[in-house]
């Protein structure tokens, strides 16, 4: 599975997007991008994942450059319970069912 | 709808000893995957169980054991407790099999086990 690069930590403010880069430099084509989050000693919690288009649910948006080698998690209006340690994680399904978690980017929610 | 579950929550283990730690997957998942997550640091994928078969494992010693029963859940054995494996241990199920073109896992809230 390629390898991810996320900035370690994140500050932003309650009611703006918060915008979570994610590099993915080696992602080959069978490669999905997956986002998830952790609260403070909780469990990893599934928040999107896509191949190539841009993708929205309840929770986020993903965007993923059209060379697929970086993406972009938005959280549209962060809030206070949006502080967590979100993870990028790209992998190949079903050829390798871990998921190889990094230290993911610490994201502050401030008010 | 019940998620993934986990027990205990909280245990404390002595150094040598034995431990096992059990996992119920979300209604309708079949696989289940464990995790090690050490403080400050992402999860570990140790193995995971499809169809009451290891599928698939990672950098683990043989004192990392599991088993998954008929009923899809599953069981984390570790052997000869070491000060080391003090960590949370985190279950993930999923939907597994040939059909199933992209996996999500859903992750329990975990066991926090300390070994003194």
């Given at each position: ?26 992602i ?57 340690v ?26 | ?34 995790y ?35 009923n ?23 939907l ?21």
């Amino acid at each position: 599975d390629a390898k991810t690069t996320q900035p370690p930590s994140m500050d932003c403010a309650e009611g703006r997007a918060a915008n979570l880069p994610c590099n993915h430099s080696t992602i080959s084509g069978n490669e999905y991008v997956y986002w998830y989050r952790q609260i403070h000693s909780q469990g990893p919690q599934y928040i999107i994942h896509g191949l190539k288009n841009n993708e929205t649910n309840e929770m986020a948006s993903l965007i993923i450059t059209e060379d697929r080698k970086s993406s972009t998690l938005i959280l549209p209006h962060a809030t206070l319970r949006d502080t967590a340690v979100y993870y990028c994680i790209v992998r190949v399904y079903p050829n390798n069912n871990d998921m190889r978690f990094g230290a993911g980017t610490r994201l502050t929610v401030k008010p | 709808d019940a998620g993934v579950t986990q027990s205990p929550t909280h245990l404390i283990k002595t150094r040598g000893q034995q431990v096992t730690l059990r996992c119920s997957p979300k209604s309708g998942h079949d696989t289940v995957s464990w995790y090690q997550q050490a403080l400050g640091q992402g999860p570990q994928f140790i193995f995971q169980y499809y169809e009451e078969e290891e599928r698939q494992r990672g950098n683990f010693p043989d004192r990392f054991s599991g088993h998954q029963f008929p009923n899809y859940s599953s069981e984390l054995n570790v052997n000869a407790l070491l000060l080391g494996d003090s960590a949370l241990y985190l279950c993930a199920s999923s939907l597994g099999g040939a059909a199933v073109r992209v996996e999500v896992a859903f992750f329990g809230q975990g066991t926090r086990l300390t070994v003194v």
